[in-house]
């Protein structure tokens, strides 16, 4: 059975940190594809950040995040992260996880003073 559980958003000042996490099952985070995306309001979404199936784990960054976030994983515990650094205003979005082909529910971040 599939589930994919995000959990750490919550409200932050601009320049904090926060860090995302899901935790999955009914899929392999050591196997499968994995990404992080983002939609604010009113706009399409994005993607954030990805780590490649293949052999290298390959990692993608999206520009606005680039030297931010990082993401990682935990293949014993299943579970993906992402490591939100000096947060701004316009992070402020729901953000998901992806995993293989299948999406989390979504977890909502604030940035705001």
């Known amino acids: 059975q599939l589930q994919l559980v995000e959990s750490g958003g919550g409200l932050v000042q601009p320049g904090g940190s926060l860090r995302l996490s899901c935790v999955a099952s009914?899929?392999?985070?050591?196997?499968?594809?994995i990404g992080w995306f983002r939609q604010a309001p009113g706009k399409e979404r994005e993607v954030i950040s990805c780590?490649?199936?293949?052999?290298?784990?390959?990692?993608y960054y999206a520009d606005s995040v680039t030297g931010r976030f990082t993401i990682s994983k935990d293949n014993a515990k299943n579970t993906v992260y992402l490591q939100m650094n000096r947060l701004k205003l316009e992070d402020t979005a729901v953000y998901y996880c992806y995993i293989g082909a299948d999406w989390g529910q979504g977890t909502q971040v604030t940035v705001s003073s």
């Open positions: 009914g899929v392999n985070v050591g196997r499968d594809a």
């Open positions: 780590i490649n199936s293949d052999e290298f784990g390959s990692k």
